[in-house]
Structures are given as structure tokens and as C-alpha cells.
């Protein structure tokens, strides 16, 4: 079975500081990890993904992830927020393109 | 390219009343979903549609809640009868399916409120 943690249900940061964003992930098989990001009112948009390839995922707007086998994490990094990160941000696994599971969400607030 | 559309984007309905929610893919788009997201929570995969086939529909409350997939593209989600817990943001995606790109590219929703 597989399944994600966040491990924050909220993060506020100032901004131009880093962004760091926990995701811990379960899965019996290879996964495929991904970040989706919901702004209000708004879709939810893929930020980046992991598919067994290179193990640091850079993905749109300056994010970025590592994906660690050993720690079965997948943490969400930008050096710098903008004020246009804030938003809700879900971590998802999947295996094999089934079986899709969203964790519960992150809600990032930056501060200015 | 047109994204994934779905209508109507809003719904108010009273319990045990019914719904149907459209979901129009992206062309060529093989996989389909549909997601139930609460208000606070991650969107829930209630069903998944491989061309016109389920692939997996282990979370759909078989009760009250049924979709299909006609031809192939289109989809609908129906609720008959309607509860106040049905309330919720109701999310399409697709992609194409295949194991070296699956990505979900997902729709507006269609925000639904159970009176």
C-alpha cells in the first residue's frame, strides 16, 4: 500500500528566506513522487516530479526536490519565497501510473 | 492546448437531491479521474478510468455514487441520493497514461454544497 505524510499542515516563512516543505512517503514498490501546488480558487498545477530518474527533481517557479530512498522522504526546497508561493501544497505517490494518494496538504504563508 | 474542462464549476442541492458533474479531458488523454476534495483535506481519487475501462474504483461509494466513461473521453459523476458529508470539491484530471508520463493535469472542480 502506499501513502504520504506532510509533515506540516502549515509553514510561514519571510520572504527571500528558504522554503523547505516535508513529505515522507510509504510505498511496497518503486514510487512516483510528485509536488502539486492549489492557489485560491485556483487548479491544482504540477510543480515537479520523480519517476526513478535523477534523485534531485527541479521543477517550475525555482522549486526543487531530493528524493531519499534511504529516509523514504521527498522534501520540497526553494532558496528564496515570493510572495507568489503562498498557496497549499500537496505531495502525492503513485506506482506505475494507479493508485494515487494526496497528502493532506501543506499551507504556505510568506510574509513580507 | 485546451486543459481539462468541467461544468459546472458550481452546485447547490438540497439532501437527496442528485447531481451529475461533466469532466471533458485533454484530447488524447487516455487516463481519467475523478477526485473528491473536502474542504481542509487532499483530494481523494474516487475513481480511475483507463480509455473506457475502471482501473480503480475502490474508493467510490458504490451506494450513491456512480461515473462512467462512454466512447472513451467523457466522463460524468453522478450522486443519487446526495448527503450533507457529499459536500466538497469535485476534481477531474487525465493524462496519458502511460508508465513513463503520467502526469495528471486537473480541472477547475466543481465546488458542490449539500444543503
Known amino acids: 500500500a502506499q501513502s504520504v505524510t506532510q509533515l506540516d499542515s502549515h509553514v510561514s516563512v519571510s520572504e527571500g528566506t528558504p522554503v523547505l516543505l516535508r513529505c515522507n512517503y510509504s510505498?511496497?514498490?518503486?514510487?512516483?513522487l510528485f509536488w502539486y501546488v492549489q492557489h485560491p480558487n485556483k487548479g491544482l498545477q504540477l510543480l515537479l516530479k520523480y519517476t526513478s530518474a535523477a534523485t534531485l527533481v527541479k521543477g517550475i517557479n525555482g522549486f526543487e526536490a531530493e528524493f531519499k530512498k534511504s529516509e523514504t522522504s521527498f522534501h520540497l526546497t526553494k532558496p528564496s519565497a515570493h510572495m507568489s508561493d503562498a498557496a497549499e501544497y500537496f505531495c502525492?505517490?503513485?506506482?506505475?501510473?494507479?493508485?494515487?494518494?494526496f497528502g493532506t496538504g501543506t499551507s504556505l504563508t510568506v510574509i513580507p | 492546448e485546451a486543459g481539462v474542462a468541467q461544468s459546472p464549476r458550481y452546485k447547490i442541492i438540497e439532501k437527496r437531491q442528485s447531481v451529475a458533474f461533466w469532466c471533458n479531458p485533454i484530447s488524447g488523454h487516455a487516463t481519467l479521474y475523478w477526485y473528491q476534495q473536502i474542504l481542509g483535506q487532499g483530494p481523494k481519487l474516487l475513481i480511475q478510468?483507463?480509455?473506457?475501462?475502471?482501473?480503480?474504483d475502490s474508493q467510490l461509494p458504490k451506494d450513491r455514487f456512480s461515473a462512467e466513461r462512454l466512447k472513451g473521453v467523457d466522463s460524468t459523476l453522478k450522486i443519487q441520493p446526495a448527503k450533507l458529508e457529499d459536500s466538497a470539491v469535485y476534481l477531474c484530471?487525465?493524462?496519458?497514461?502511460?508508465?513513463?508520463?503520467?502526469?495528471?493535469?486537473f480541472g477547475p472542480g466543481t465546488r458542490l454544497l449539500v444543503l
Open positions: 484530471a487525465s493524462s496519458l497514461g502511460t508508465e513513463t508520463e503520467e502526469t495528471q493535469y
Open positions: 502525492v505517490v503513485s506506482v506505475s501510473g494507479n493508485q494515487f494518494y
Open positions: 510505498s511496497s514498490y518503486s514510487p512516483s
Open positions: 478510468f483507463q480509455n473506457n475501462g475502471v482501473v480503480d
